[in-house]
């Protein structure tokens, strides 16, 4: 080349807009904002049905519980950082994988002990990833919880233990569990890394008992393991007759503002709440928490004395938002409700209105329903709080009139029906119209994502004679828990007929966008297709869903979540289908998206869930455009 | 025999190769579940009625009445091959189906006993 157009060629090349990258996808919800957003653009409506399998890999860590070991629960967004790609698995072992084939660079197994000490199932939600900036042996670490409550901090590089972590890398935190520690905790989700703190959040045995080991949030320095501080959510003097309002899901932060924003459960027992009558401020709330101190700056109650384990269920999603000519720092809280709440997340203040409505009395012995409940009704919520889902003719038909009749045998005056001895229908279920996945947004447009599902549930307090009579005394039979302690244990189960059909009117499940700027619903589809013995529905009755979308630069979203066991790529602008791939098992897990040695890859985990269906898999599989 | 029974059989014989792979294959997304082992033995079920139909001396009403449940197995069969998601098995069974239709609407003449 002549010499003297080297300089026009370098100036050509650096006028070129350089291709945008996802260079980290380091925590479960991409970042620490959990906006899921990934910033590559090779990802178009037009292109994306070219998608190829990159590679895929089993993990060998299933169990189908027909064997020795419980049923495997696996819902591991991957964690790319380091050049490598991070997993934990329900075995609560770390793979360390090569991003660009799958092939295996290392592995550590925390022997965790694999009984179901109090979920029902085996269950993980991935690993967390941190590093300290300067080089050498653990600068850069990976850590896993375990179903006993160890928290294993290993290096990135080798999976080998960090010896000054804790003991010798392991942390016991079960040795906080000190008050009303009538079950061990379980670190099923990883902590949040907040610059050199863990956020750690656990979880516990629902639905078992009234009083329980009090929720808290605990401060872990990222090096030492050492107890930074803990924030309690139950006030002191109510320890005593209740527990838990813990934190079992992800959580975000915003470092600038100091902040990380806590979604706090509900209190126990979860459908009876005769014994925790007082206020319980923090409890099923979003509550802002100062990173250095552990004060609470702020907090949002999103349901009041909680009776139906609406628990706050994934990581708000912080994003500024351009309203009235301001810029507002936003904070977008996704609920089991269908509610979203959208605060301004320095203050708390609610960008758009909370209305306190009034809700129905309880006839339960001993309880005191909240006379009013908040209400957000716009954003349009997903799920409609006034009315649940009509009697489905097909189903009623084919049940010779079952629905119709179970319609007018049991209570419902909207979405805070207190549950009741009589029966009462629960719509949304306690799975929620959305759960862990939240939601994603496009930061740079405001347009928010999210995935719901629209599920029927009958809740009824059996009184407690009858009910030890029913159960044996003895608890978690399908259906029935005992909330011991309580004058009622419950059943819960799906308005389903005898035949197994859905009673009420489809969808199942849908997809939506909002305009956070305005609170306008941009649109509204039926997502994915529902199954049951095999046969799919259609294609309008749309999939009950767990796990969350991602939102990508070029104008797509990647989400696996429907009950079909397909992972999808969907039109942003639209909500239409634009690619599907069937995995072995539902994709419960929020999917990863990075830029690996100048390729993009979209990375799925399909692990299963037994509340979808029971379908397991240790699959896990990238995605990329097809060689031109 | 009932030559034009045929056909059926062959289509039949091809629904329970589909419906099997169904059955057991991790690529279906029904292996293993309640619908696609109904599929399998509607496949088996028209196939081994066709079987009974060509080579039998069924006639007048026990052959009609051999020939509806053929039928009514072959468009069952369809109809979970659709929502199976097995397009191959559905389209296969309507072609059983259309099959049976024919070899029972041909004039009398072409049947003969072996």
């Not at chain 1, 905790?185 to 009234?210: C, E, H, K, R």
């Not at chain 1, 030492?224 to 309002?245: C, E, H, M, N, Q």
Request: charged share 15%.
């Amino acid at each position: 080349m002549p010499y003297a157009f080297r300089p026009l060629i370098a100036a050509l090349c650096l006028a070129t807009p350089a291709a945008a990258e996802q260079l980290r996808w380091d925590t479960f919800n991409g970042d620490l904002a959990a906006t899921k957003f990934a910033d590559v653009d090779s990802f178009t409506p037009e292109n994306v049905s070219e998608l190829e399998r990159a590679w895929e890999v089993h993990t060998g860590d299933v169990s189908d519980g027909s064997g020795d070991l419980p049923e495997t629960v696996w819902s591991a967004t991957p964690i790319y950082a380091n050049q490598t790609l991070y997993l934990g698995t329900p075995f609560y072992r770390i793979l360390a994988l090569d991003p660009a084939t799958g092939a295996e660079r290392w592995s550590y197994d925390s022997q965790s002990t694999l009984e179901a000490l109090t979920q029902p199932a085996l269950k993980n939600r991935g690993v967390a990833y941190w590093e300290s900036g300067q080089t050498g042996p653990c600068e850069k670490r990976v850590y896993i919880g375990t179903m006993d409550a160890e928290l294993h901090a290993v290096d990135a590089d080798t999976g080998e233990l960090c010896a000054d972590f804790a003991q010798g890398g392991v942390l016991n935190v079960n040795q906080w569990n000190t008050v009303n520690d009538i079950f061990p905790f379980s670190l099923l989700q990883p902590p949040t890394v907040v610059g050199d703190t863990l956020m750690l959040g656990w979880a516990g045995n629902d639905w078992a008992y009234s009083v329980a080991p009090p929720g808290n949030l605990m401060a872990i320095d990222a090096r030492t393991g050492a107890l930074k501080w803990d924030l309690s959510f139950i006030p002191d003097v109510l320890i005593p007759v209740t527990g838990t309002a813990n934190i079992w899901t992800s959580m975000s932060a915003d470092p600038e503002l100091g902040l990380v924003y806590v979604p706090v459960s509900s209190p126990s027992p979860n459908y009876w709440g005769g014994n925790r009558t007082d206020p319980i401020p923090l409890a099923t709330s979003v509550t802002a928490v100062d990173v250095e101190t552990g004060e609470v700056r702020w907090s949002q109650q999103i349901v009041r004395h909680d009776i139906w384990d609406y628990d706050t269920p994934s990581a708000a999603t912080l994003v500024d938002i351009e309203r009235d000519g301001q810029t507002i720092p936003a904070l977008v809280q996704t609920t089991k409700m269908g509610f979203i709440f959208v605060l301004n997340r320095e203050t708390g203040e609610p960008i758009f209105p909370i209305e306190d409505r009034a809700v129905p009395a309880s006839d339960a012995e001993g309880e005191v329903a909240s006379p009013t409940q908040p209400f957000v009704l716009t954003p349009p919520p997903t799920n409609d709080p006034f009315e649940m889902p009509a009697v489905w003719w097909l189903a009623d038909a084919v049940s010779f009139g079952q629905c119709s009749r179970e319609r007018e045998q049991y209570r419902y005056e909207g979405i805070y029906t207190p549950p009741s001895v009589q029966g009462t229908f629960m719509y949304p279920g306690t799975a929620g119209a959305n759960n862990w996945g939240g939601a994603s947004v496009d930061p740079r447009t405001g347009i928010l994502y999210i995935n719901s599902m629209r599920i029927v549930q009958i809740i009824r307090l059996i009184p407690r004679a009858e009910y030890d009579q029913i159960n044996g005394g003895s608890g978690n039979e399908a259906g029935f828990y005992p909330q011991e302690g309580a004058p009622y244990g419950i059943e819960l189960t799906n308005w389903w007929t005898d035949l197994g059909l859905p009673c009420w009117k489809p969808p199942y499940g849908t997809f939506s966008a909002y305009d956070l700027s305005t609170g306008e619903r941009l649109y509204e589809v039926p997502f994915g297709l529902s199954q049951q013995w095999g046969f799919y529905g259609l294609s309008d009755w749309g999939s009950p869903t767990l796990g969350g979308p991602v939102v990508t630069a070029g104008g797509v979203v990647f989400i696996g979540a429907s009950m079909d066991a397909r992972v999808r790529a969907l039109d942003a602008a639209t909500g239409a289908e634009l690619w599907s791939d069937l995995v072995e098992a539902p994709s419960v897990a929020i999917p990863a998206v990075y830029t690996h040695e100048g390729v993009d890859y979209v990375v799925f985990v399909a692990g299963g869930n037994s509340i979808l269906k029971a379908q397991v898999s240790d699959q896990v599989v990238a995605y990329r455009l097809g060689q031109p | 025999m009932r030559r034009s029974h045929f056909p059926v059989i062959a289509l039949g014989a091809i629904g329970i190769v589909l419906a099997a792979y169904a059955c057991i294959s991790s690529d279906s997304g029904v292996a293993g579940t309640l619908g696609a082992l109904l599929a399998l033995l509607g496949a088996a079920a028209v196939t081994a009625g066709s079987v009974i139909a060509a080579f039998t001396l069924f006639e007048g009403g026990l052959f009609g009445l051999l020939a509806f449940l053929i039928g009514l197995a072959a468009v069952l069969t369809a109809l979970a091959g659709f929502f199976l998601m097995q397009y191959g098995l559905a389209a296969v069974m309507a072609l059983a189906f259309v099959g049976l239709l024919v070899a029972v609407l041909r004039p009398a003449r072409h049947r003969r006993p072996i």
